[in-house]
């Protein structure tokens, strides 16, 4: 038996049926059609143990439910005896940081599911961004379907989070509801990266109320289709951050920003 950190691990042998799957907190869904996937190339040389939680006399998968489902389903949907890596000494909040920190042989971890586990956990930069969205009435998808008040680009928000700060963050956010009311199509990564830039780039310049007055007034697929549409002529985000800067200045003669980008 070996240690990490505070946890012992070993290989062991278990039936699968004892095997649980914590679908309710920080696991995502199985998902059949990857399972059916790798089951038609399956070759078991390849196979890396799941890993096993052993806790309150339960075995709890945080890694390799993908690989659990194959081998079942490879045996006629039958349980067998399955190799597994098993720690002892783990609390569940331990179990979902490990799970977000390891991708598995099955199924790559999305920016949402391992941003769920990583909240589970509690790690602070993750709570701090939770607590960020949620403040300005947004809540985060992690299955990452965008929807009314729904981030689903889970990805570009953390990172924009991370670069700008929490206070930054919010302000962009403010605005991009005050101006949409939430609108599924107005929080797409696109206008979410384009107006946090374009805060932090005239941030002591701007006016917050004909931002949000002129946003209002845009259909707010306007930036990611005029963003679009402008091809190679500018690099990534700059050509939506170029849409968010137009409509801003619009035809004014007074209050126009220079194009400092």
Same mark, same amino acid.
């Given at each position: 038996?070996?240690?990490?950190?505070?946890?012992?691990?070993?290989?062991?042998?278990?039936?699968?049926?004892?095997?649980?799957?914590?679908?309710?907190?920080?696991?995502?869904?199985?998902?059949?059609?990857?399972?059916r996937?790798?089951?038609?190339? /399956?070759?078991?040389?390849?196979?890396?143990?799941?890993?096993?939680?052993?806790r309150?006399?339960?075995?709890?998968? /945080?890694?390799?439910?993908?690989?659990?489902?194959?081998?079942?389903?490879?045996?006629?949907?039958?349980?067998?005896?399955?190799?597994?890596?098993?720690?002892?000494?783990?609390?569940?909040?331990?179990? @979902?940081?490990?799970?977000?920190?390891q991708?598995? =042989?099955? @199924?790559?971890?999305?920016?949402?599911?391992k941003?769920?586990?990583?909240?589970y956990?509690?790690?602070?930069?993750?709570?701090? /961004?939770?607590? @960020?969205?949620?403040?300005?009435?947004?809540?985060?998808?992690?299955?990452?379907?965008?929807?009314?008040?729904?981030?689903?680009?889970?990805?570009?928000? /953390?990172? =924009?989070?991370?670069?700008?700060?929490?206070?930054?963050?919010?302000?962009?956010?403010?605005?991009?509801?005050?101006?949409?009311?939430?609108?599924?199509?107005?929080?797409?990564?696109?206008?979410?990266?384009?107006?946090?830039?374009?805060? =932090?780039?005239?941030?002591?310049?701007?006016?917050?109320?004909?931002?949000?007055?002129?946003?209002?007034?845009?259909?707010?697929?306007?930036?990611?289709? =005029?963003?679009?549409?402008?091809?190679?002529?500018? @690099?990534?985000?700059?050509?939506?951050?170029?849409?968010?800067?137009?409509?801003?200045?619009?035809?004014?003669?007074?209050?126009?920003?220079?194009?400092?980008?």
């Amino acid at each position: 038996m070996r240690t990490s950190h505070t946890s012992a691990y070993q290989e062991m042998m278990i039936n699968s049926k004892l095997l649980e799957v914590p679908r309710g907190s920080y696991q995502r869904e199985l998902n059949a059609k990857r399972v059916r996937k790798i089951a038609a190339k /399956f070759d078991p040389r390849l196979v890396n143990p799941p890993k096993v939680s052993y806790r309150n006399g339960h075995y709890y998968v /945080f890694d390799g439910q993908h690989t659990i489902a194959v081998l079942k389903l490879l045996n006629g949907g039958r349980d067998l005896m399955i190799r597994c890596i098993v720690y002892t000494g783990m609390t569940e909040s331990e179990e @979902a940081l490990l799970f977000a920190q390891q991708a598995g =042989e099955a @199924a790559k971890l999305t920016p949402g599911d391992k941003m769920r586990a990583m909240i589970y956990g509690g790690d602070p930069e993750c709570m701090a /961004f939770l607590k @960020a969205t949620e403040s300005v009435g947004l809540r985060l998808d992690y299955a990452q379907r965008r929807g009314k008040h729904r981030i689903g680009c889970i990805g570009t928000a /953390f990172e =924009e989070f991370k670069r700008v700060g929490a206070d930054l963050y919010k302000e962009a956010l403010s605005l991009i509801v005050a101006a949409w009311h939430g609108d599924p199509e107005s929080l797409r990564a696109e206008t979410i990266q384009s107006v946090t830039r374009f805060i =932090e780039l005239y941030r002591q310049e701007y006016d917050p109320r004909r931002l949000v007055s002129r946003l209002h007034k845009t259909d707010p697929l306007t930036i990611y289709r =005029e963003g679009r549409a402008m091809g190679v002529n500018m @690099a990534g985000y700059k050509k939506y951050l170029y849409q968010v800067f137009c409509i801003y200045n619009g035809s004014s003669k007074k209050k126009v920003l220079p194009m400092k980008f």
